[in-house]
């Protein structure tokens, strides 16, 4: 009976192992050819090409600070646990980067993980942690940030009804990290009682072992300036393509790509990042056309300069992207 039935419980495993990167490359060309369906390559391409390429450069400058300024932040997460060179915090992060503009569903985010933990011998679920606190950081500073803007920018209704939205979220997430960090036995025994919720106890754990520290706070503030850098390439390509939109509107693009991304999706999130770029311009008023054409250059110079540091860091480290992805998935499966 087993020789019968084995074939066939692989075969089922193999077909939900392709049916997530199926699903999101279907997305990917959705939105690709939502994005340039009418795209009228014969106005837009002289202009792409009289850029303003000293906005460029500055904007590949500040895209490279974006992820020193994160490699901080994680190492003073950290901190109470271990104390990590920064380069090789750089290098987990640049490494993931890489991967997630090959790979399907952010595997990269795992990647850095297992490679910390490697380097560093934190345990693989701590490192877990810190990173998901990394993304609560940045929830809490985006939606704020958000929620902020609306007094400062003429915005749509629809934006501003969001924001809100968001703002109730922003305390909600800051009620629930309070209980976390400072009533973990009791968080963890809620997620104990539900079974779905029961891995979320090593986020509960390192919650509550890097909250109670400084640094915790540190990262807090770190990861405002973290999230600043990054409208600082978007302003500058828009500045380069010759738009007028201040910086404030380049925090709004900002959150909508951050938001419109977070659930993980295809390679470099191509796509994914065009639509919602092209949805965020609109909204603030650029003509479409313009806007897909900006949506191209900003994926472009975005995404270059960290593939670039990606394979420098990733020859540096002597590994090969499908292995490191095995065995980031191995650790993530035991842990």
Known sequence: ?????????????????WL??????????????????????DSQMPRIKQMHWFWILLAFTCDILVYITQAWRWNLLLEPIARIPKWRTVQAIYIGLLANELLP???????????????????FPVVISSALIERLFDGVWLMLGF???TFFLKLPGQLKYGAGVLALLVLALLCLLAFAVHRKDEARGLLVRNRW?????????GLHVMGLSRSFWKAAGVSLLYLAIQVLPIYAIIRGYGLTLSLGHAAIVLL??????????????????????????????????????LSGVMFFAITVPLM????????????????????????????
């Open 197 to 205: 919720l029961a891995p979320l106890q090593h986020l509960i754990h």
């Open 105 to 123: 569903l952010r595997s990269g985010e795992a990647i850095r993980c297992y490679l910390q933990s490697h380097w560093s011998g934190i345990s």
């Open 20 to 41: 997530g990167p199926l699903a999101v490359y279907a997305l990917s060309i959705a939105c690709l050819v939502w994005v340039y369906r009418d795209f009228d390559w």
């Open 308 to 335: 670039m540091a990606g394979f420098v860091a990733l020859l540096l480290a002597g590994f090969n992207i499908r292995d490191l992805q095995r065995k980031a998935r191995t650790r993530f499966e035991a842990a």
């Open 256 to 293: 909508v790509l951050r938001l419109g991304t977070v659930i993980p999706g295809p390679p470099g999130n191509i796509g994914l990042f065009n639509a919602f770029a092209v949805l965020a311009l609109t909204l603030l008023g650029v003509e479409r056309q313009t806007a897909v054409g």
């Open 147 to 149: 929620f902020a803007t």
């Open 1 to 17: 009976m087993s020789l019968t039935i084995q074939p066939e419980v692989r075969g089922g495993a193999t077909w939900r192992l």
